[in-house]
């Protein structure tokens, strides 16, 4: 894939410190010394972490994170991949794309295991025909190439899904280009909507091309 982008690997250099040596003692008589005043302790610095920067799955690279379950009210917004259930790379219906002449068998995962076998559902968002954003990620160049003409689509083309809820059509609202990084594009919405996308352009992983539908009648 929804779903090569690399993560971008920090190098961390340690700065080396200098000893330098003890002075002479002093030889001359010391006058009444001072009492000596503690110094206060040092405040205590709060750790830092550094998070790694999660991707849009890459047709050559699978994802650095499963999807994680979003808590909050129907429908939930999902901003990164979910913890994928058992029925990954279980069929889930079929999409068929008339413009483009494409009919596939839709699978539940976004790992290339299963974008290999066709388009994959991103695990926690929504299905066809439901309130929310159904998401599916498709290989570009590889493969069948299944999403390898989405820039083809012209806003009101149509795309259904036949699941065994019903068939659901779909028409295209408009097609963007992003980074790998905008995981934005699986937030849920209220309304039924959908989001296609594959690596962009051709043969490359540098960006995404996506989708955008929404739900027909």
């Avoid at 080396?16 to 040596?21: G, H, L, V």
């Avoid at 110094?39 to 890459?58: E, Q, S």
């Avoid at 028409?171 to 690596?199: G, K, M, N, R, Y």
Wanted: glycine residues 8%.
């Amino acid at each position: 894939m929804l779903m090569a982008s690399a993560l971008a690997v920090a190098l961390v250099v340690g700065c080396s410190s200098t000893q330098t040596s003890a002075p002479a003692p002093d030889t001359t008589p010391a006058a009444s010394a001072a009492p000596a005043v503690s110094a206060p302790p040092a405040a205590n610095t709060a750790p830092t972490t550094t998070r790694a920067r999660r991707t849009l799955p890459a047709e050559t690279v699978p994802p650095t994170s499963l999807p994680a379950d979003a808590a909050g009210t129907v429908p939930p917004v999902v901003a990164e991949p979910v913890e994928a259930p058992a029925a990954v790379g279980r069929g889930l219906g079929s999409i068929e794309i008339p413009k483009l002449g494409l009919t596939r068998i839709m699978f539940e995962g976004v790992e290339l295991s299963t974008l290999d076998e066709g388009p994959g559902h991103w695990p926690g968002t929504a299905m066809p025909g439901e309130a929310g954003n159904v998401v599916l990620a498709g290989h570009r160049v590889s493969h069948n190439a299944d999403f390898g003409d989405l820039d083809q689509l012209s806003p009101d083309d149509e795309v259904i899904f036949n699941t065994e809820g019903g068939r659901h059509v779909y028409s295209v609202v408009s097609t963007e280009i992003v980074q790998p990084d905008a995981l934005w594009i699986v937030d849920q919405t209220p309304e039924p909507t959908a989001t296609l996308f594959a690596c962009h352009p051709p043969g490359s992983v540098s960006q995404r091309i996506v989708v955008h539908l929404q739900l027909a009648g």
